[in-house]
């Protein structure tokens, strides 16, 4: 059985998401499919689950042409998409999520006996035996929800699965779990699609790899083709990743930012100072407390003690309102659900926080915003370049662009921006354009920058500066520029408090 996608096009008016990309993926092989955020990989999942016509070409399954299909007649011809957003019923128990639109039914009544025993068979199947088809899956972990997914569409009996960014929001235990039971499903004759910007994970998985950019498959490889260097050199094509150190911050003037004893529950008490232009990296593992300390110095949590100076002046930060007024700014790590408005144009999200002080006499200036958006969308190299296209249907790493774009445009008044996991999700390429962003903003305007992360590589990257954080309190500091990212492993794992869980997440 092969999967054969020949000539796939798609336009959307003088925009080419999909040009002429053609694809071989046998049963029983891993193939993986990298790229920019905004390369075409969304929009040919689209295609093969049926969300999407293409304009040309044919999709071939088991010797069945398809010049489109819909999501009833992909599912129909064996195609599963497992999303990085899963597509489950958390209200409905496991048992019914597998047998949605399938019930066992016998004179209009559905025979839940049944169904349980054939769930727990799909169950066992992909190793899951262990959750009970009664439970509502809301109240199962991440891990377990995905594992649901994928035992639906094995039931299915699906001939290819795509995955779509499947490690995401998964610990690394659980990463290998699905690693092993990828290379499981493949040995079962399935053909796989496997997509990400993980390069670990090709390393370690893939039989075949494609990356996608600006609509066209430009590299294929097989085997030992498959290295760290030809996947970077595909993807960046010679725009990867710098060594690049951020410029000096400015010492021996007043403090961008202080926080002194600061305290909430589960945090602190913790002191820090940023002189204008730093870039502070917060470091540690799962339940930390990085990201607490982050929502704390904004005011999305209150703080139980402690004091806080922006520019020397004592500010309060209680509250969300509070922070921003302050002029401190956070891009939280769910930028789909807590930052972005999707439906609104991207335009719109980059000038919403400006467009009072663009306007005049309570009147918005569009000619104003559009030249705030034209200078972000060219120093992000936002793709595609579309003021009026809404932010929700931009990839997750031009969604990240718009979201930071809010706060490091010129007409933004941030003095502070709080990054949590900026790069989650993002690909090589675009992780260049955030950073060489976030340097700029830090050197030019003098902001005082915050990231949270649990990759050792961005904070050797980004950072001057290391804070290890384990269970809520800072461990240990480090100068970036005399440390690796070995001796950060090393450090979060050897403190004295440190957690014993491993990082999140496979990274490469």
């Known amino acids: 059985m092969t999967v054969t996608v020949r000539g796939l096009t798609k336009r959307y008016g003088a925009t080419l998401a999909l040009d002429d990309v053609t694809l071989d993926i046998p049963g029983g092989r891993i193939h993986a499919l990298l790229g920019h955020n905004g390369a075409g990989k969304s929009t040919l999942i689209a295609c093969l689950g049926g969300g999407v016509a293409p304009t040309a070409g044919t999709i071939e399954i088991d010797g069945t042409t398809h010049d489109s299909l819909t999501p009833r007649t992909s599912i129909a011809a064996g195609v599963a998409v497992i999303y990085q957003h899963l597509s489950l019923l958390e209200n409905m128990t496991v048992a019914e999520n597998l047998f949605i639109g399938q019930e066992r039914t016998t004179a209009g009544l559905i025979r839940r006996g049944e169904q349980r025993r054939l769930a727990r068979e799909a169950l066992d199947a992909v190793g899951a035996g262990g ?43 659980e990463a290998t779990r699905l690693g092993a039971l990828v290379r499981d499903l493949a040995g079962r004759g399935i053909a796989i699609l496997y997509v990400t910007h993980l390069l670990g994970e090709v390393l370690a998985l893939a039989d075949a790899a494609t990356v996608m950019r600006n609509g066209r498959a430009v590299w294929s490889a097989e085997g030992a083709g498959i290295t760290r260097e030809t996947l970077v050199a595909a993807i960046s094509d010679g725009h990867g990743a710098t060594n ?17 004893g600061l305290t909430a529950p589960g945090l602190g008490p913790i002191d820090l100072s940023v002189a204008p232009g730093e870039i502070v990296a917060c470091y540690g593992l799962v339940g930390s407390g990085r990201t607490r300390f982050l929502g704390t110095v904004f005011g999305r949590i209150p703080r139980t003690g402690g004091t806080l100076l922006i520019d020397g002046v004592p500010r309060e930060t209680r509250s969300p309102a509070q922070g921003l007024r302050a002029g401190i700014a956070l891009v939280p790590a769910d930028r789909a659900r807590e930052g972005l408005f999707a439906a609104l144009p991207a335009q719109d999200n980059i000038v919403i926080d400006a467009m009072r002080r663009l306007g005049s006499w309570g009147m918005r200036s569009l000619p104003a915003e559009r030249g705030v958006f034209d200078r972000i969308a060219d120093g992000l190299a936002l793709r595609p370049r579309a003021a009026d296209l809404p932010a929700g249907r931009f990839s997750g790493g031009n969604q990240q662009k718009i979201l930071l774009g809010r706060w490091v445009n010129d007409a933004a008044r941030t003095r502070v921006i709080l990054l949590d996991d900026p790069t989650q999700g993002v690909d090589v390429g675009a992780r260049k354009d955030i950073y060489d962003a976030v340097k700029a903003l830090a050197a030019e305007k003098g902001v005082g920058v915050i990231v949270a992360t649990n990759e050792p590589e961005e904070v050797i990257d980004l950072a001057h500066r290391c804070l290890v954080f384990s269970r809520g309190s800072v461990v240990d500091e480090l100068d970036v520029a005399e440390t690796t990212a070995d001796g950060l492993l090393s450090a979060v794992h050897t403190a004295p408090t440190a957690l014993t869980a491993p990082t999140e997440g496979i990274r490469p």
């Open 131 to 173: 959750i009970d088809p009664d439970v509502r899956v809301a109240t199962l972990p991440i891990g377990q929800r995905q594992l649901v997914e994928i035992a639906k569409v094995v039931r299915r009996d699906a001939k290819l699965i795509v995955f779509d960014e499947p490690t995401a929001a998964l610990s690394r235990a």
């Open 244 to 260: 690049d150190r951020p410029a000096a911050p400015r010492q021996g003037e007043t403090p961008v930012l202080e926080v002194r």
